[in-house]
């Protein structure tokens, strides 16, 4: 029997740290859109997210429905948590 051992791509961990977050304060405090920079962190930051909504403490400065709205504006979905 032949087995085939091709290379995968490694995946990369994700630190999970809201603070990774920060480019995206002024879209979360006003209505500008979010920055690339925010952008490319809500993307990196991704598998996070449910952590984050659970989390209370980060309500004050996050509300759900913020957060929905800078995914989206971004490009990115919110998994299912």
Same mark, same amino acid.
């Given at each position: 029997?032949?087995?085939?051992?091709?290379?995968?791509?490694?995946?990369?961990?994700?630190?999970?740290?809201?603070?990774?977050?920060?480019?995206?304060?002024?879209?979360? $405090?006003?209505? !500008?859109?979010? &920055?690339?920079?925010?952008?490319? /962190?809500?993307?990196? #930051?991704?598998?996070?997210?449910?952590?984050?909504?659970?989390?209370? $403490?980060?309500? !004050?400065?996050? &509300?759900?429905?913020?957060?929905? /709205?800078?995914?989206? #504006?971004?490009?990115?979905?919110?998994?299912?948590?």
């Amino acid at each position: 029997m032949m087995v085939f051992m091709g290379q995968l791509p490694a995946a990369t961990a994700v630190t999970c740290n809201y603070m990774e977050l920060v480019p995206c304060a002024g879209a979360i $405090s006003s209505s !500008q859109p979010p &920055s690339g920079s925010c952008c490319s /962190k809500v993307r990196e #930051q991704r598998p996070c997210f449910c952590g984050y909504l659970r989390n209370p $403490s980060l309500r !004050q400065f996050v &509300s759900p429905a913020a957060a929905q /709205k800078i995914a989206s #504006q971004c490009g990115v979905s919110i998994p299912q948590c």
